[in-house]
């Protein structure tokens, strides 16, 4: 597919507006880096634009080396064809250490700018751990305030064109949009036909913060669930429009008006997943998803959801 037929939406801050693919590639994996640079350059080939990595992910450099070789192979003719999402890593999540984590970031990418920067999680962490639910001893408090004055400053530097957060609630956004001067162009989720957000996506369309769908598919092996794949209704729906499971999740999360960063290194899905642009949903298919049943799959602690307290 060509990256011109990929759809785009508009992101606005105070200073400018930029086009963002409404399908990203994530680069959150457990494959060696090799595989990564590969999967990468396969996508950018393919017609991906739109490229997720983060500091924890250990991929930024994977990127960075991909997108050098594609501007050197010719696939892209200058780095401005790319939009690059990467994000702030718990431990770094303190007013003092958010510019130079940025600095860290574009150096690891060999980029001089990126097109979005995201608050990874609304939590701070003293220690580094792997260990999920965040362990109690491992927190600190998360000066959100500071933070985003920290996150302000990048873009106001030029160091990202746009800056937001990831796995915010609609609470958490509320707070953080009493102080913002540059409000989040972005709020990065959990969000596929088995965990819906109508609420937070609600919110979101009102405060003009545009919501990326991470885990759209479920999270597979990552947190050892297949909800999504594994759903009878959406292979029913997929079944009467010869669709696969995954291209109905996609569809599903377009037709709704949200992003999608979806991740795969195998080239015929990388594929198909970009195959979701042509075809649509019906009422009755929509009326067979709202009867899903609803689970959240990255519940990391009752810290993160406030709501749920």
Request: net charge negative; glycine share 4%.
């Amino acid at each position: 597919m060509s990256s011109s037929n990929i759809p785009h939406v508009v992101l606005q801050s105070s200073s400018n507006h930029h086009k963002m693919p409404v399908i990203g590639f994530g680069t959150a994996s457990t494959s060696s880096p090799i595989d990564t640079k590969e999967a990468i350059l396969e996508a950018i080939k393919l017609g991906y634009r739109h490229f997720d990595t983060a500091s924890i992910y250990d991929s930024e450099k994977s990127l960075g080396e991909a997108i050098a070789e594609a501007l050197q192979l010719g696939f892209i003719a200058s780095r401005d064809e790319l939009f690059i999402t990467s994000k702030l890593w718990c431990t770094d999540n303190f007013p003092n250490l958010v510019l130079p984590a940025i600095h860290k970031t574009l150096q690891c990418l060999k980029l001089e700018y990126l097109d979005l920067y995201l608050i990874h999680w609304p939590i701070s962490l003293n220690t580094a751990t792997f260990d999920f639910p965040f362990p109690e001893e491992t927190l600190a408090s998360f000066d959100l305030k500071g933070v985003w004055q920290a996150m302000e400053e990048c873009q106001k530097q030029g160091l990202t064109k746009f800056i937001g957060v990831s796995n915010f609630s609609c609470h958490k956004l509320e707070n953080l949009l009493s102080f913002a001067t540059i409000p989040p162009s972005v709020n990065q989720v959990e969000l596929n036909p088995t965990w819906q957000q109508k609420k937070l996506r609600e919110f979101c369309q009102k405060e003009n913060i545009i919501v990326t769908a991470h885990s759209p598919l479920g999270s597979g092996n990552f947190w050892g669930f297949n909800n999504v794949m594994d759903n009878g209704l959406l292979k029913q729906i997929g079944e009467a429009h010869d669709k696969s499971i995954a291209q109905v999740s996609l569809r599903w999360l377009y037709e709704v008006g949200t992003t999608i960063v979806v991740k795969s290194y195998n080239k015929e899905r990388m594929k198909q997943n970009l195959e979701i642009f042509d075809w649509s949903l019906t009422k009755d298919d929509y009326a067979k998803i709202d009867e899903i049943k609803q689970n959240r799959i990255c519940n990391l602690g009752p810290e993160i959801w406030d709501e749920e307290k």
